[in-house]
């Protein structure tokens, strides 16, 4: 699957419109443009994210490494700055290219055609060696429902039965165990936080102290991790 949205977060106004124009000469649409640390924050903490994030790192407000610190995302992180100094840090929040103002067309093809490469080869590897549910079957008003992993916020256990929380916040009750879902979920996405939840990262916003707050205003009663789990967590998320 072609890699084909993004975000520009960065301050210059000038920067960002030259950088919108060359991403939409490769097809690629922007879902926004942002100027500060603190509305990046906001925007990814509210909104899906995309394909590709290319940010500047000296922001209005602060570097741009404050955002990746505090927002977990699956997105191809590319970092733009006219400096060379930050380019072991941009590494260290998982950046996957660094690219030099002014930006020079060949370098923005050459780093979104490697990026392209890398998600292809990932997405093969996933449909040749998973073996992890995709998806699962839930009933409601008589009818049956398929519902994707990636659309599941967590799994519960209420008054001994199962239940999964969608995005859209529905509830719906499930045949499995906590302790079944565990060997059945891909433990790259799904963490058990305690002894009644397992919680999807894709739908962590952050962690409060021991607590984890959702995207999107969702709501999560008991969403503290358990003491004896709290250290494999920093280590998963």
């Not at 699956?74 to 930050?86: G, Q, R, V």
């Not at 707050?213 to 008991?222: G, M, T």
Request: charged share 30%; glycine share 2%; aromatic share 10%.
């Amino acid at each position: 699957m072609k890699l084909k949205t993004a975000l520009i977060i960065e301050d210059e106004i000038p920067a960002s419109e030259r950088l919108k124009r060359l991403l939409e000469a490769e097809n690629i649409t922007v879902l926004n443009q942002i100027q500060s640390v603190k509305k990046s924050i906001e925007w990814l903490n509210t909104n899906s994210h995309p394909d590709f994030i290319f940010s500047d790192i000296r922001l209005s407000d602060g570097e741009a490494f404050e955002i990746f610190n505090v927002v977990k995302t699956n997105s191809k992180l590319i970092f733009t700055t006219a400096y060379d100094t930050y380019a072991i840090k941009a590494f260290e929040v998982k950046g996957l290219a660094y690219l030099l103002k002014p930006i020079h067309t060949e370098h923005l093809k050459n780093a979104i055609v490697n990026l392209n490469e890398m998600a292809l080869i990932f997405q093969n590897d996933i449909k040749d060696t998973s073996t992890f549910e995709s998806s699962f079957l839930v009933s409601f008003g008589g009818k049956i429902k398929k519902v994707s992993c990636e659309d599941i916020v967590c799994f519960f256990s209420e008054t001994n039965t199962t239940y999964l929380m969608t995005k859209e916040g529905r509830k719906y009750p499930i045949s499995k165990s906590l302790e079944k879902l565990e060997t059945m979920l891909n433990s790259k996405l799904f963490f058990r936080i305690n002894r009644s939840k397992i919680v999807n990262k894709e739908f962590i916003a952050l962690v409060n102290k021991d607590t984890i707050e959702l995207k999107y205003e969702l709501q999560l009663n008991d969403a503290k991790i358990s003491r004896a789990r709290f250290k494999d967590f920093k280590e998963w998320f």
